[in-house]
């Protein structure tokens, strides 16, 4: 029986399982690009709010904590987005005459509330608590970032299961005294007061990477 191929098949062959091995890199590395990327994460990308609210003014300009809009944060699994009367505590008095704010003097008025747009928002699947985070000594500032300095809000990070991960495996790096959670530029002493505050909170490190943690 005769040669069915070329001797030169072989060349083209190996040159095609080659290329087809490069092609297919090459899409997972463009579709983890686009995975990451700020358009699908959200990182980076400022969100546009009925009102353009500036907590770089409110925090930082005005020494407002975060538990003063937040109130339920330290008590309840959602941080709680202020009701207009909590703007129109000030908003009477200041500004109250503004265009910019026209939004917030008819929410009032008419007892419609605003609706904001999360800048954080969790899939369904995964429980989050943010007591639990605020009164283990995790600050505002370890997942939601600087955000004295933010004229309008956005995420610093991907919300991602390995993100949250880093933490959970290693909670000496991020944690801080109580005291400290509403701090911007809070700076940490060293790892030893790290390990110090897992061991004084009680924080069981080794059940921080079960499943059940966060899928529930």
Not at 29 to 54: D, K
Request: glycine fraction near 6%; include cysteine; proline fraction near 6%.
């Amino acid at each position: 029986m005769g040669q069915i191929f070329r001797p030169s098949m072989k060349v083209v062959s190996r040159a095609s399982i080659v290329a087809f091995l490069l092609v297919l890199a090459l899409l997972v590395w463009v579709g983890s690009s686009i995975y990451r990327a700020g358009y699908t994460t959200g990182v980076g990308v400022p969100r546009e709010q009925p009102i353009p609210f500036s907590h770089e003014h409110h925090v930082s300009g005005l020494g407002i904590s975060c538990e003063y809009c937040h109130v339920s944060v330290t008590e309840a699994s959602f941080a709680g987005i202020p009701p207009t009367y909590t703007c129109m505590t000030c908003h009477s008095q200041i500004w109250n005459t503004s265009p910019m704010l026209a939004a917030v003097r008819t929410s009032a008025a008419t007892g419609k509330p605003l609706t904001w747009i999360r800048v954080h928002d969790l899939p369904d699947f995964t429980y989050f608590n943010h007591s639990i985070h605020v009164n283990k000594g995790i600050g505002c500032e370890t997942c939601h970032g600087p955000v004295d300095k933010m004229p309008l809000t956005w995420r610093v990070n991907t919300l991602f299961m390995s993100w949250c991960l880093e933490c959970h495996r290693a909670p000496e790096k991020f944690i801080r005294p109580r005291e400290e959670v509403f701090t911007m530029d809070w700076t940490p002493s060293g790892a030893e007061e790290g390990k110090d505050l897992v061991k004084k909170y009680g924080i069981a490190v080794k059940q921080l990477s079960d499943c059940s943690i966060c899928h529930r």
